[in-house]
């Protein structure tokens, strides 16, 4: 490109948009508004849906290698569309002189192919597979960039035209390569042996430049027709494009002699493919101790090779302590203990620098670990002390929780004291160490400090604070032997779950993480970034009738991390990319809007949407209420104290209450809330001797909570004279139930309802949030979208290609979910980790399962779900038109009877609002039993074979 000068740019782009809509064309250049949608260039509308615009593009502007990039935009008065944000369209530059025109077709780029340019497929399902990289992907681009460089004498032939033809190929095997045959001579004049390459320019996009007389482009009895094909490693063709072939338009500007071509590759059906879902702590394999762990992801892959599967789907593995629920976790970098297997931290670690390396160590060179590792230096001792240890937990049908942890770190405990030293002075040990350095140390100490507060979690009350990090990890420190246990930890947890990583995406395998809404209120990331975080706010869901949910999560402070473009999600989001090519965002909702509850609201009723227009008095006034405390006062009156407390009403009123006269009560300050009222009558902290008070003390708490919480509107922090939320449970409460005569209910209701379902619109938080998520690593984004879920959330998610979440049993509307119905971009499951297996459904809620019988299958329901209705509810899911299918082990192995647990009711893994027998799955079955299992094993491969989920095209 020229030092200087200017060019002109021509855009076209065919999008049939509705009234009162417009596309323009953004980018960094100045020309295309500076990334700014506000100021791109507005196309023009014309006929048949064509988009036409120019501008003047100056060659002396900044165009990091010679790249003029921009999107397409289409705008609404109250929303936008973008196009897959993960892929890039640009113009080349590179060759165009001072007065050229260039003339670019462009096609829009829908946002599905976003997610065949992330890691899922990228490095595991389409990748290398440990081949090494094609010399096309190596080779000179500029040969299809440079305008002028393939042709001679192109500036003394005014009838030469330079057609650049760029497609993007979002799904292309390794080793398989672009090609375009046409009725032109210049591409062979559809003879594949005359076809013309296309070189691999990067992120999934394919060009060639080629050079056209410009008679042949204007002859109409001679359209110019090509194709793009796709061959194999020999040079076999495998397919054409489907449809019609395209027409190669001659440029409208009779100046132009460079004519961009900007396309998406036509395959013939779209693709789609099957996982398995099933937590790490579930798997059982015979070298795993009492719980699966994260080297039992490699059988398990295998397995997924076996039956025609590309994805393992887990819950979160991050380091909770002794919750056994996932979604607890201490920090969102720290992983589980719990999930090592001991035997290979021994191994690797006495042989540490060692000629002949433990299994783990040959995983550096990119080879598969070996699972059993190299016992030779291990003291005998030891390796009959894990093999004991193995032998008992393995002896329980469920997950021991807190004894498998116990037993795995004191084992872990003698390993390292006894190999510490030479594991830190390796390279890889320090070389890791220093890549975690933003999270590891505060997390270090962090342990370290819990461990000696004496079951205080409250680090507001520590002696120590994130400020005295740099010297509690100073070899001086009293803590710093712990610091170091809990590195040694984390970098054996690390070399695992990478091992197993790697290993799946050797084998076409991805493995998808799970994202949680939030951090424990008291955990290590906030200790470390406590400005990311408002400690006064717990997160929760709200509740339009019964219970609201209270998570004790601490809100995220958006604003904060906004302010610093996202920093701690970005940081967060690369690190989990290290071991996984996908993701779940739980509650996704959490990222558009949050039930924000004030921390001392234990029952999470007086929260409101967080961010919310709230009602303004104006408008409480303009509908007749005037007494705004008649709203925000807990309403109790005496005979409702006497319906709760009957005799002890008086007593009840007199400890808690002030009479105010006329049988109408309030609150004590001291007793204005649900935390004053839980401390002042504790229950968990009454010895077990005392049930008789315990009980007592519960029923007082829950009536005095009722009514707290008995209000219509709260006060909001900013502005508590003149905004106000409405409460969700509104309808539900005494206080609506005597307010006033009934029109002027409805009209409290009418504005309840606008407050709740019309005037909030979060689309521009979910944009951002999502946006930076999606930026921060290209894994493939999936949300858990269940519940009330507002328009804009699934515009939003349809834009950025994040993938839905469709279980059939919970559907958006009706009865049951319809697999063939489902959307491209969803993923369709019979059910998941927080309800009952399709089987235990059929145990515990017999009736609808009937009515589900008769709806999908259309005879009389047998009274159990045997393996055969098993079979049928699998076959409907994997012939949905949803891109992923995954299904969880229990509901795969319940096809087979020799896989079957005898107590269906056994294989939950988690019942939301209970405690007892979650988060304690494991399967009767080892891996290795299941890779045995040939005849279940063909029969699952034939099923995603004849529903067409197996191939790469």
């Not at 096609?107 to 990289?133: D, H, M, Q, W, Y």
């Not at 000696?452 to 604070?465: H, I, R, Y």
């Not at 921060?776 to 009330?788: R, T």
């Amino acid at each position: 490109m020229g030092s200087g000068g200017k060019i002109t740019l021509i855009l076209r782009i065919h999008y049939y948009t509705d009234h009162g809509s417009y596309i323009c064309a953004v980018g960094p250049d100045p020309s295309f508004g500076s990334d700014n949608v506000s100021s791109a260039l507005k196309l023009s509308p014309g006929e048949s849906g064509y988009w036409h615009g120019s501008t003047t593009i100056s060659l002396s502007n900044s165009h990091p290698d010679d790249r003029l990039v921009y999107k397409y935009v289409v705008v609404w008065p109250h929303k936008k569309r973008y196009e897959a944000v993960q892929t890039v369209r640009y113009a080349s530059l590179k060759g165009l002189k001072d007065g050229d025109v260039l003339v670019s077709h462009d096609s829009f780029r829908a946002p599905n192919s976003n997610v065949f340019v992330t890691t899922c497929f990228t490095e595991a399902i389409f990748g290398p597979r440990g081949l090494p990289k094609l010399d096309s992907m190596l080779g000179d681009k500029s040969i299809a960039n440079d305008w002028r460089r393939n042709a001679r004498n192109f500036d003394k032939d005014p009838n030469l035209v330079a057609v650049r033809l760029v497609v993007l190929v979002p799904r292309l095997h390794h080793g398989h390569t672009v090609h375009v045959t046409g009725s032109h001579a210049v591409f062979g004049e559809w003879n594949p042996d005359h076809k013309v390459h296309l070189l691999n320019l990067g992120q999934h996009l394919y060009g060639a430049i080629v050079y056209i007389p410009r008679e042949h482009l204007r002859d109409k009895q001679s359209i110019v027709e090509y194709k793009y094909a796709i061959y194999d490693e020999k040079d076999n063709l495998i397919f054409r494009e489907k449809g019609t072939p395209r027409s190669l338009a001659h440029p409208e500007n009779t100046q132009c002699k460079f004519f961009n071509i900007d396309e998406t590759f036509e395959y013939v059906k779209p693709w789609k493919g099957t996982g398995v879902a099933i937590p790490v702590f579930s798997l059982r394999s015979e070298e795993s101790m009492g719980i699966g762990e994260f080297l039992d992801l490699q059988p398990l892959v295998k397995w997924c090779n076996t039956v025609g599967m590309h994805l393992i789907q887990v819950l979160p593995v991050n380091d909770t302590g002794l919750d056994p629920s996932p979604y607890s976790a201490n920090s969102v970098f720290a992983l589980h203990p719990i999930y090592l297997r001991i035997m290979e931290v021994a191994s690797r670690a006495y042989n540490e620098g060692k000629s002949n390396g433990g299994g783990l160590s040959r995983l550096m060179g990119g080879l598969r670990v070996n699972n059993s590792g190299d016992k030779s230096n291990i003291p005998q001792e030891l390796v009959d002390e894990i093999e004991t240890a193995t032998k008992k937990l393995n002896e329980y049908a469920e997950i021991e929780y807190e004894l498998v942890l116990e037993t795995k770190l004191n084992l872990l405990e003698k390993i390292y004291k006894e190999t510490w030293k030479e594991t830190s002075r390796s390279m890889e040990f320090r070389s890791w160490w220093s890549k975690n350095m933003d999270w590891l140390p505060a997390y270090a100490c962090w342990k370290s400090l819990l461990e000696t507060a004496e079951g205080e979690w409250d680090f507001t009350k520590w002696e120590k604070s994130v400020k005295d990090v740099p010297s509690m990890i100073d070899e001086r420190s009293p803590i710093y032997s712990r610091v170091c246990f809990f590195y040694f930890v984390q970098y054996h947890l690390h070399l695992q779950l990478k091992a197993s990583s790697d290993f799946a995406k050797q084998h076409g395998v991805a493995i998808k993480g799970d994202l949680p809404i939030g951090v424990a209120r008291y955990s290590s990331d906030t200790w470390t970034n406590p400005q990311d975080f408002l400690m006064d706010w717990s997160a929760g869901a709200p509740a339009f009738m019964g219970a609201a949910q209270n998570w004790d999560f601490p809100l995220y402070n958006w604003e904060v991390m906004a302010s610093n473009n996202y920093t701690w999600w970005r940081k967060r989001l690369s690190h989990m990319a290290q071991y996984f090519q996908a993701f779940r965002i739980d509650h996704v909702l959490g990222f558009f809007r949050i039930w924000a509850i004030p921390v001392h609201n234990w029952t999470g009723l007086l929260g409101h949407l967080e961010p919310c227009k709230p009602v303004h008095i104006s408008e409480l006034n303009a509908i007749g209420i005037h007494d705004i405390d008649r709203l925000t006062n807990p309403y109790i009156r005496w005979w409702m104290l006497e319906k709760s407390f009957g005799h002890r009403a008086r007593q009840i009123a007199d400890q808690f209450m002030v009479d105010k006269g006329s049988g109408v009560f309030e609150f004590k300050k001291e007793f204005s809330t649900v935390a004053s009222i839980g401390e002042a009558l504790p229950v968990s902290k009454l010895p077990i001797e005392q049930e008789d008070l315990r009980k007592d003390h519960e029923f007082l708490r829950n009536e005095l909570w009722a009514l707290i919480d008995n209000v219509i509107a709260v006060r909001s922090e900013k502005h508590p004279e003149s905004e106000f939320y409405l409460t969700c449970h509104m309808y539900h409460t005494t206080s609506y139930h005597h307010f006033g005569p009934q029109d002027a209910k409805d009209r409290l209701a009418g504005i309840w309802h606008n407050f709740f379902w019309e005037r909030q619109n979060w689309r521009k938080e979910g944009e951002a949030r999502l946006g930076a998520l999606q930026d921060a690593a290209k894994m493939m984004v999936c949300a858990e979208d269940l519940g009330a879920v507002p328009p804009e959330a699934y515009e939003v998610l349809d834009e950025l290609g994040i993938l839905g979440l469709r279980i059939q049993r919970w559907p958006q509307h009706g009865s049951f979910g319809f697999p063939n119905d489902y959307g491209y971009l969803t993923i369709a499951t019979p059910s998941c980790h927080d309800c009952s297996t399709v089987r235990g459904w059929w145990e515990e809620d017999r009736g609808r399962c009937h009515d589900y019988y008769r709806t999908f299958f259309g005879s009389d329901p047998p009274h159990s779900c045997e393996t055969w209705v098993s079979r049928k509810v699998v076959e409907s899911h994997l012939g949905s038109s949803s891109m992923w299918t995954v299904i969880p082990i229990q509901d795969l192995v319940d096809m087979e009877p020799s896989l079957r647990s005898e107590n269906p009711m056994k294989d939950a893994i988690n019942r939301p609002g209970e405690s007892d027998g979650c988060w304690k799955f494991r399967t009767k079955y080892t891996i290795e039993e299941l890779l045995s299992k040939t005849e279940f094993n063909k029969s699952l491969f034939g099923m995603n074979q004849n529903h067409g989920r197996i191939d790469t095209y």
